[in-house]
């Protein structure tokens, strides 16, 4: 069963009883607040290096910040404490205790007129949320840079972020961005998420049973908890059974705005959004991905449109499911997208040298 309405929406979703972390709560530039959970390692492979990485995740549609946190061995913070690299995950805007524009409580303007749900959301990223984020946990623990890592709908809106970023001249840049990671967005939605997508807001739930915070108004019905799971986790035995009823209680209210944007402005602009990008891109797809198509031609067709980024990775995982950080392959992953950060918030310190006589 779902959390009650009567919980705290900061800690409800919380599933690690020994959980390392630490969360925070912040007052964005714009008045707004934003809340999270952080940890901040004392040693590590890196933790005295002074091209150290700020690692920023940011989590997908139904999700939270304690999605990087379900239970003591599937989290960031022991690659965190491995790597000496700081770890932080918001919960995005609109969503939990963050501030946001679309539920009842908020009282932050709209978007201005033309402008969608995502681009707005990106744009709190670029002008609110990273600044600040740099400021607190980067500048203080000696990072040089910071690197993003999106999970499912979050892509769509770090890759706007992005464009705003490389738009945005050197000097009236407020954090450096040395790179992005994106996983679970895809191009070609599989049978299955086509199926489950028809039975969203079918499903008859009983008033205790809803998720925290869900609204008729902006909130799609929730998914079934079997969609749910599906989604999460692939087919039983791709994962640890044990994630399963965690993966249920983490299940937040479906804003409908992000399908209408996945639907709309990101369908129709993608290409757009992704060819303003300037900054390094790391993707990847699961093969037990239950949203998303996930062969190799989905991984170039998805790539290809990063035509200014000056460096482009993409991979198809075998055995992953949409939530790669919850699989088998997690450790793998994690030590790759840690390793990935530290690299090119290192190969950003190094351009401007002075290397033409190598050409």
């Given at each position: 069963?779902?959390?009650?309405?009567?919980?705290?929406?900061?800690?409800?979703?919380?599933?690690?009883?020994?959980?390392?972390?630490?969360?925070?709560?912040?007052?964005?530039?714009?008045?707004?607040?934003?809340?999270?959970?952080?940890?901040?390692?004392?040693?590590?492979?890196?933790?005295?290096?002074?091209?150290?990485?700020?690692?920023?995740?940011?989590?997908?549609?139904?999700?939270?910040?304690?999605?990087?946190?379900?239970?003591?061995?599937?989290?960031?913070?022991?690659?965190?404490?491995?790597?000496?690299?700081?770890?932080?995950?918001?919960?995005?805007?609109?969503?939990?205790?963050?501030?946001?524009?679309?539920?009842?409580?908020?009282?932050?303007?709209?978007?201005?007129?033309?402008?969608?749900?995502?681009?707005?959301?990106?744009?709190?990223?670029h002008e609110y949320i990273f600044p600040l984020l740099w400021e607190e946990f980067g500048l203080k623990n000696g990072c040089s840079a910071l690197v993003t890592t999106s999970?499912?709908?979050?892509?769509?809106?770090?890759?706007?972020?992005?464009?705003?970023?490389?738009?945005?001249?050197?000097?009236?840049?407020?954090?450096?961005?040395?790179?992005?990671?994106?996983?679970?967005l895809g191009e070609e939605p599989t049978a299955a998420m086509l199926r489950g997508s028809e039975r969203l807001g079918s499903v008859k739930w009983k008033e205790g049973e809803l998720p925290l915070g869900q609204e008729e108004d902006v909130h799609i019905g929730p998914f079934g908890k079997e969609d749910k799971l599906a989604l999460m986790l692939g087919p039983e035995g791709c994962c640890g059974e044990e994630l399963r009823e965690l993966c249920w209680r983490q299940n937040?209210?479906?804003?409908?705005?992000?399908?209408?944007?996945l639907n709309g402005v990101w369908r129709e602009r993608k290409e757009v959004f992704k060819g303003r990008v300037e900054i390094p891109v790391l993707y990847g797809v699961g093969t037990m991905?239950?949203?998303?198509?996930?062969?190799?031609?989905?991984?170039?067709?998805?790539?290809?449109?990063f035509v200014k980024a000056p460096r482009v990775e993409g991979a198809v995982i075998s055995g992953a499911p949409h939530a790669i950080e919850w699989s088998p392959m997690a450790g793998g992953w994690w030590l790759r997208v840690f390793g990935w950060a530290a690299e090119v918030t290192a190969s950003r310190e190094v351009e401007g040298w002075g290397l033409e006589e190598f050409e």
């Open positions: 069963m779902s959390p009650p309405q009567t919980q705290d929406p900061n800690t409800a979703f919380s599933t690690n009883p020994s959980s390392l972390f630490t969360p925070f709560t912040l007052r964005l530039a714009n008045n707004a607040i934003l809340t999270g959970i952080t940890h901040i390692p004392s040693s590590g492979l890196f933790h005295t290096s002074p091209t150290k990485p700020l690692l920023i995740a940011i989590h997908g549609a139904t999700c939270s910040a304690h999605n990087y946190d379900i239970n003591p061995q599937y989290n960031a913070s022991t690659y965190s404490a491995l790597t000496g690299i700081t770890f932080v995950a918001f919960h995005r805007p609109n969503y939990l205790g963050s501030s946001g524009w679309i539920r009842k409580a908020d009282t932050f303007d709209k978007p201005a007129q033309g402008v969608s749900d995502f681009e707005e959301e990106a744009r709190w990223y999970h499912s709908m979050a892509v769509a809106t770090t890759i706007i972020a992005a464009g705003y970023y490389s738009q945005t001249a050197v000097e009236a840049r407020k954090y450096p961005w040395a790179g992005m990671v994106g996983f679970g937040t209210p479906f804003l409908l705005n992000e399908v209408v944007d991905e239950w949203l998303w198509k996930h062969e190799g031609r989905h991984v170039e067709m998805f790539t290809r449109g």
